[in-house]
């Protein structure tokens, strides 16, 4: 198969991880999720990642702890999912390299940008951990602010649901789904599928967005060969 973007930086949710198990790390998903980015590479594609902490941690869930310390928290989550990716790629025999916003020298490199573009010119899987290093911000933000660092040519957002609807289609009988739908139209609508930051990171980088249900693994695949296997977000 023939890929159509070679940069790409793929954003998976935590809870992904976690399969049926709901919380935590169920390694054979792991293991499945990996066996895909390995194919991807096989086929010539860069490959950066960025992981949610949903699995360990959903942020703040009491108003008497500070909004930093539970931040930081979740980056720290972001810390172990890059960590067990990274084992899972290496028992499928892939080169991989975990790239730390808060230094951890212990468990990965602190993230440089000259270095991660160096990795992934030489063909290893560059995972991008702890956000963006700084409270206040999600990891759909930091997904958006590497995949500018490294000049991706498209994020991978790989969610539970197969694209962008006009209305959250569990709770709306008439949720309406988009094969394509503009940056802007995401924001005046204020669409859920990112946070607002990161898609006017990706508006004003010119980065499209591929969104997509991962419980059909390929489709990472195929959305890098150009397909629209869920929903594409781009300039109008």
Known sequence: MELKYKRVLLKLSGEVLAGEKGTGVDYDMVQSIAGYIKQLQELGAEIGVVIGAGNFWRGRSNPKMERTTADYMGMLATVMNALAMSDALKYLGTESKVLSAIPMPQVGEAYNRENAVKYLSEGKVVLFAAGTGSPFFSTDTAAALRAAEIDAELILLAKNIDGVYD???????????????????????????????????????????????????????RACSGLNVGTIIEEA
């Open 167 to 221: 209305c959250d289609p569990a709770k709306c009988e008439t949720a309406k789904k988009y094969d394509r739908i503009s940056y802007s139209e995401v924001l005046n609508q204020k669409l859920g599928v990112m946070d607002l930051t990161s898609i006017t990171i990706c508006m004003d980088n010119q980065i499209p967005i591929s969104v997509f249900d991962l419980n059909v693994p390929e489709n990472i695949i």
